[in-house]
């Protein structure tokens, strides 16, 4: 078995701010993040297929596959915006870097089959740095529980 | 405990399968299916799992482990055109995966044969795409 780990890049802006708490709450919480114009960054972003090796091709995972996925599905929607402002998920939801990874887990899980239709490979893990020294991870078996825990 | 040494090395190759029309090559690899090849400067590091000797402080001498790298990986892969040069390349097609697979069948008995065990090894072929592996079967489907 093995992992196939491609890195890929997008700029955003947001602020963190939570419609639940208070003005003061907020920048305690969140300080520097809650500044109420935004700020921004450069976004890292790795995705890790795994599975066994195709004997026809040698890869477990076509990298120009997760590339199509990862271009349609993340980056024509994340790039170069205003995570609060233009994505209707991040409307009542804080777009910390937990739930950014969670929502691009999401959306490459809904969409995975449209690239990758077999049994292998499967969505392992999505890391994303917000900086190069904040750096979230988690692994798609986990989103499921997730979704359980807030339904 | 894993402790992880990194080397690199610079190697051109092709994908293409021989078995296969150009035409299907293209479709499946795309530009890495070009018939004279390309290059890549390859990263790879090699984590070992051990317990640190009560003696020296170390699960091993790093000069050693750095030897067996140079010997098992860097002298055969180094500035050579993986298809042409470095079996098994000249049947299996130099993937990343492949030759994941190939380091670790190089690797892991040499360092068996010392006590060694490894754990898993990370390929980068590019800063952007790499590969792991930690030997686990099935290789294929």
């Known amino acids: 078995m093995f992992s196939v780990t491609r890195r890929y890049h997008f700029a955003a802006s947001h602020r963190l701010c939570s419609p639940h708490l208070g003005d003061e709450e907020n920048r305690r919480v969140y300080g520097k993040c809650a500044n109420p114009y935004g700020h921004g960054h450069n976004y890292v972003l790795e995705v890790t297929a795994r599975g066994p090796l195709d004997p026809a091709t040698g890869r477990a995972a076509d990298p120009r596959r997760l590339d199509a996925l990862v271009d349609r599905h993340v980056l024509a929607a994340f790039d170069y915006r205003n995570l609060n402002l233009d994505l209707a998920c991040f409307a009542d939801t804080v777009p910390t870097s937990e739930n950014l990874a969670v929502e691009i887990c999401r959306r490459l899980k809904r969409h995975w089959a449209s690239e990758f239709p077999g049994e292998w490979p499967t969505l392992e893990i999505v890391r994303i740095a917000e900086t190069p020294r904040n750096i979230f991870e988690i692994r798609a078996d986990e989103i499921d529980q997730i979704k359980r825990e807030s339904a | ?141």
């Open chain 2, 1 to 141: 405990m894993v402790i992880t040494r990194k080397v690199e090395f610079s190697a051109s190759h092709v994908c293409r399968n021989p078995a296969l029309p150009d035409e299907e090559n293209r479709k499946l690899y795309g530009a890495a299916a070009n018939p004279h090849g390309h290059g890549h400067n390859y990263v790879l590091e090699v984590s070992l799992e051990g317990v640190p000797d009560p003696l020296t402080g170390m699960i091993l001498d790093l000069k050693e482990l750095k030897e067996i790298l140079n010997r098992e990986v860097v002298e055969p892969y180094d500035h050579r055109f993986l298809n042409y040069e470095v079996p098994p390349f000249d049947r299996v097609v130099p993937t990343a995966e492949n030759i994941a697979c190939d380091i670790w069948r190089r690797l892991e008995p040499r360092l068996a044969a010392r006590g060694h065990r490894l754990h898993s090894i990370r390929l980068y072929e590019t800063p952007d795409l790499y590969v792991d592996y930690a030997g686990e079967q099935p290789c294929s489907r």
